[in-house]
């Protein structure tokens, strides 16, 4: 703060004046006039000099902010002139060099820095006359108060003099250590969280799966039955055929042989092999078919996109869920053209049937017979939207916006784990579509799923017969 001044002092009165200026050709008005004006002068300067005081202080109080401001920076400050030389700096980089405010000002940027690398890249930031105003980003080797490299992430923007011209350069730098490590611990938690989400999407998918255990084993268990029956036939057939070839082999009489044959009924048994062998076949097929089935519904490709057909997997969602259904329901769905999409088969499956087995357990919820379900796919030139709708009670407006937050339920406990809706969201979202719920105007919820729609997939050329 400046030095307070004793005010100027104030001229004599005019009484005091009168005895000793010369009168003489001067009248007593002019030394009015002339006394008045000292006095406006004098107060004049009064007022400059309470003024200079208040701009002195708010000098002050500036500069302490602007000081205190450097003092709190974490990250390291140098200002430097257009040579280089430091004309600023703040506390973090004393510290981090250990040596004074003092030693460092005037004192070349060049002589902080580890290696002659980091001296080129701050001359060529220091000779850039044409710097963009948001600075340029470079890495420098400082070194630090016990000589070692310190790496560093500047950020290097122009100081613009007075006349316009570009007068220096800031630095305002972090070590890239501090930064390395908040990636590093970044990148952890992202990873746990990518491994929770996939153990969730898992875990809810053998919920899904565990429901249609019951389904499935009566599903298997017709064809294996099928099969098992053939087998016995195959095997009884198969006695009495190598009886009769061993009669043959053994040199019978053309009258025994044609005995044996009829009691044998050779001709009805091989009348009857190619349709047990068809039958075992197909039975064989239609148990390969459920378990590849489940196969790919428990499999966790997430990374996993192909051209789908929406329309298959609406089916084979509908299957599942069915298997699943004591009661049954009724369902409304015309299929029609493919519906051709790129997305993981399993994961637009595991969408679907939580949208059905959700809106099935809305209705029995309800109390609601028989259950009915409407499946509508619509088409654009870029979209597909397919809506699931049922004719339960619809959906509360207070639970509206929270259908697709994790682990919220209107189920009762034991009954869902409130993620089904939540990990959906999540899937139609990775697929670039959009899952959206209401109340349909004829009653009932409806979910609507919306998927870019993908080209029509060209068939394989068939080759050529040489």
């Given amino acids: 703060m400046a030095d307070a001044r004793p005010p100027p002092e104030r001229p004599k009165g005019l009484d005091s004046l009168m005895p000793h200026l010369p009168m003489d050709g001067v009248d007593e008005s002019t030394w009015v006039d002339v006394i008045q004006k000292m006095d406006e002068v004098y107060s004049q300067l009064i007022s400059d000099e309470i003024e200079l005081e208040k701009k002195n202080t708010e000098l002050e109080q500036s500069q302490q902010f602007i000081f205190s401001v450097l003092s709190a920076m974490s990250d390291v400050l140098v200002v430097c002139d257009e040579h280089g030389r430091i004309e600023e700096t703040n506390a973090a980089l004393c510290e981090l060099v250990g040596r004074s405010d003092e030693a460092l000002r005037g004192a070349l940027l060049f002589d902080l820095l580890a290696d002659e690398a980091s001296a080129e890249r701050a001359r060529s930031v220091l000779g850039h006359h044409e710097a963009p105003r948001r600075g340029e980003g470079l890495e420098l080797m400082l070194l630090d108060a016990q000589g070692h490299a310190v790496s560093v992430d500047a950020n290097c923007t122009p100081r613009v003099g007075p006349s316009g011209h570009r007068a220096g350069t800031v630095f305002v730098a972090r070590p890239t250590a501090e930064l390395k490590r908040a990636y590093h611990e970044l990148r952890s938690a992202h990873e746990a969280l990518k491994q ?194 049922d004719n339960g009670p619809g959906i509360a407006p207070e639970h509206l916006s929270r259908l697709f937050d994790p682990f919220f339920t209107t189920k009762p406990v034991g009954k869902g784990t409130g993620l089904g809706l939540s990990i959906s969201y999540g899937l139609v979202e990775q697929h670039g579509g959009q899952l959206s719920a209401a109340n349909h105007p004829a009653g009932g919820a409806e979910f609507v799923l919306t998927l870019p729609r993908a080209p029509e997939p060209t068939p394989l050329a068939a080759p050529s017969v040489r």
């Fill in 196 to 389: 929770a989400q996939q153990q969730l999407l898992h875990s809810e998918k053998m919920a899904s799966l565990g429901r249609l255990v019951a389904g499935v084993a009566h599903e298997l268990n017709n064809p294996i039955s099928f099969v098992l029956g053939n087998v016995h036939a195959l095997s009884r057939y198969s006695e009495r055929l190598q009886r009769y070839l061993g009669a043959l082999h053994g040199g019978a009489s053309a009258h025994a042989m044609a005995d044996l044959r009829q009691q044998l009924r050779i001709d009805a048994l091989l009348a009857d092999l190619p349709s047990l062998i068809e039958g075992t076949v197909e039975g064989a097929t239609r148990t390969t078919d459920i378990v590849n089935g489940l196969k790919r519904f428990s499999a966790m490709d997430p990374e996993a996109r192909s051209c789908v057909n929406l329309c298959e997997v609406v089916e084979r969602a509908v299957h599942w869920v069915r298997k699943g259904q004591a009661a049954g329901f009724e369902l409304n769905w015309q299929p029609g053209e493919p519906a051709w999409v790129i997305a993981s088969g399993g994961q637009l499956q595991q969408v679907l049937m939580n949208l059905l087995q959700n809106a099935l357990d809305a209705v029995a919820g309800a109390g609601i017979a028989p259950p009915r379900l409407w499946i509508e796919l619509s088409r654009s030139p870029q979209r597909l939207s397919l809506s699931v709708r």
